[in-house]
């Protein structure tokens, strides 16, 4: 059985930076598609950003672009999302999931998923 566990969420300012982690155990780590998703209160769950298995490829959600980067240490069997200038509007519970789909951005591709970390970016 595959396990996602994420930490590193919290309460920061505007403008502020967090990195988040996600540690995946059960199976071999470096051959899913690695991803974030975030939910506001009273919003679907949306992509934020994805990462293929060699590190060699990567997506981002339109709103995070530019500010937001994945990266994976396939060694640690970790996934990493660092996330600079944050804003209010970032504020949400932050998914790690895996895909079994190169390159997937679609939650319905995404079968293993972890418990969610929350982030609070405050005005």
């Known amino acids: 059985q595959v396990q996602l566990v994420e930490s590193g969420g919290g309460l920061v300012q505007d403008g502020g930076s967090l990195r988040l982690s996600c540690v995946v155990s059960?199976?071999?780590?470096?051959?899913?598609?690695m991803g974030w998703f975030r939910q506001a209160p009273g919003k679907e769950r949306e992509f934020v950003a994805a990462i293929t298995w060699s590190g060699g490829s990567t997506y981002y959600g339109y709103s995070v672009k530019g500010r937001f980067t994945i990266s994976r240490d396939n060694a640690k069997n970790t996934v990493y999302l660092h996330m600079n200038s944050l804003k209010p509007e970032d504020t949400a519970v932050y998914y790690c999931?895996?895909?079994?789909?190169?390159?997937?951005?679609?939650?319905?591709?995404?079968?293993?998923w972890g418990q969610g970390t929350q982030v609070t970016i405050s005005s």
């Open positions: 999931a895996a895909s079994d789909f190169r390159g997937s951005t679609s939650r319905n591709q995404y079968h293993y």
């Open positions: 059960g199976r071999t780590f470096s051959s899913y598609t």
